[in-house]
């Protein structure tokens, strides 16, 4: 796996059609192994009855690369550090890929979105996801009752405490194409190299 300094390196040099292909949508996780990734599909295709070679699963973050390439502010203010090590507190990301899912999901919330007295339903960050390709299950409507929102965090829950993993959380985020996650990744690289910029 790569260092944070080779990922810097790559980084200033705008190499991000390798890092994206080489490194951050490689199968292997430093700290997540490939039996475990094959669990994560597993569970997903049980859940959601799709075919396992349908199901794409990623690991990211620093679970993936042993450090994170974003900065974190928690509740309380405080910032954690680009490039901080995978710790005790970390959680797994994982980035799932899977066109007939997301469609499981979304209409659900569409369905919901159609019974709000208000159209266009004011979905809040949730749309604003949506648009770029992705859902973010921690924006799903609270309490709805949407059967396959609440499926993804069964899947998830159930993952999260699987000894396997640590008893970490593990998070995952529906993406509906692979082009949809490499967006959403290149702007995290992209990311990295403003702050290299402004460190220079």
């Given at each position: 796996?790569?260092?944070?300094?080779e990922?810097?390196?790559?980084?200033r040099?705008?190499?991000?059609?390798?890092?994206?292909?080489?490194?951050?949508l490689?199968?292997?996780?430093?700290?997540?192994?490939?039996?475990?990734?094959?669990?994560?599909?597993?569970a997903?295709?049980?859940?959601y009855?799709?075919?396992?070679?349908?199901?794409?699963?990623?690991?990211?973050?620093?679970?993936?690369?042993?450090?994170?390439?974003v900065?974190?502010?928690?509740?309380?203010?405080?910032?954690?550090?680009?490039?901080?090590?995978?710790?005790?507190?970390?959680?797994?990301?994982i980035?799932?890929?899977?066109?007939?899912?997301?469609?499981?999901?979304?209409?659900?919330?569409?369905?919901?979105?159609?019974?709000?007295?208000?159209?266009p339903?004011?979905?809040?960050?949730?749309g604003?996801?949506?648009?770029?390709?992705?859902?973010?299950?921690?924006?799903?409507?609270?309490?709805?009752?949407?059967?396959?929102?609440?499926d993804?965090?069964?899947?998830?829950?159930?993952?999260?405490?699987?000894?396997?993993?640590?008893?970490?959380?593990?998070?995952?985020?529906?993406?509906?194409?692979?082009q949809?996650?490499?967006?959403?990744?290149?702007?995290?690289?992209?990311?990295?190299?403003?702050?290299e910029?402004?460190?220079?």
């Amino acid at each position: 796996m790569i260092s944070v300094e080779e990922f810097r390196i790559k980084v200033r040099a705008n190499e991000f059609e390798a890092l994206l292909d080489e490194v951050l949508l490689a199968d292997e996780a430093l700290h997540v192994s490939i039996p475990n990734i094959r669990k994560i599909n597993s569970a997903l295709r049980a859940k959601y009855a799709v075919p396992t070679d349908k199901i794409y699963v990623r690991v990211v973050g620093s679970a993936k690369l042993g450090f994170s390439m974003v900065e974190k502010t928690l509740e309380e203010g405080q910032v954690l550090p680009r490039y901080r090590s995978f710790s005790a507190l970390s959680d797994i990301d994982i980035v799932v890929i899977c066109p007939e899912i997301f469609d499981f999901v979304w209409n659900d919330l569409s369905s919901h979105a159609h019974k709000s007295a208000r159209l266009p339903w004011n979905s809040g960050h949730l749309g604003d996801y949506l648009v770029c390709g992705w859902l973010r299950p921690d924006h799903f409507p609270r309490r709805a009752g949407l059967r396959r929102c609440d499926d993804w965090w069964d899947v998830f829950r159930n993952l999260s405490k699987d000894r396997t993993f640590g008893h970490r959380k593990v998070r995952g985020g529906l993406f509906h194409s692979v082009q949809h996650a490499r967006r959403y990744l290149m702007r995290a690289l992209k990311d990295c190299a403003r702050a290299e910029a402004l460190e220079a």
